[in-house]
């Protein structure tokens, strides 16, 4: 598989969290060709500011490879990580970052900073843009029924 149809395995995630009412992000975590874990956003579901898609997978595929190392990993996610997520990556030594969408209110791989550029000891390669409009899509649609649903409940 190519970089475009593992982020298209993430949109799968990311429509999953769409129809159960959640930002609709999503992420794979492959290693040596196959898809390991598979996460979505769950913060409504589990009341958690943590339940992000990235830290699901990351739990996921520490647990289906026996260890929290992984770094024979790549991660694919639907939006650019946030720092908290950024933070998960380095903490689970994954070598390779791929996202989609940007995220310019709390993007870490360079939208707002990037966490990957800092002193930390794992420094990961990033490479936005995969698919970049199809990721965008999913969170504009899902944003713009938000609303319509806000302003219907005004009424």
Not at 17 to 34: D, F, L, Q, S, T
Not at 37 to 42: D, I, P, Q, S, T
Request: proline content about 3%.
């Amino acid at each position: 598989m190519d970089h475009e149809a593992y982020m298209r395995e993430a949109l799968v995630m990311a429509q999953e969290a769409y129809e159960a009412g959640e930002v609709p992000v999503g992420c794979v975590i492959v290693r040596n060709g196959e898809i390991i874990a598979r996460g979505r956003n769950r913060r409504e579901e589990e009341q958690s500011a943590l339940a992000h898609a990235e830290l699901d997978a990351i739990a996921q595929a520490c647990q289906a490879l026996g260890g929290w190392r992984l770094g024979e990993c790549r991660i694919y996610v639907t939006l650019e990580p946030c720092p908290m997520c950024a933070g998960g990556i380095i903490n689970a030594r994954i070598p390779e970052v791929y996202f989609g969408a940007k995220d310019s209110g709390v993007g870490a791989c360079g939208s707002v900073l990037n966490l990957f550029e800092e002193n930390f000891h794992h420094k990961p390669l990033i490479r936005g843009g995969i698919l970049r409009g199809e990721c965008a899509d999913i969170l504009s649609n899902f944003f713009e029924k938000v609303r319509k649903k806000s302003e219907k409940s005004e009424i």
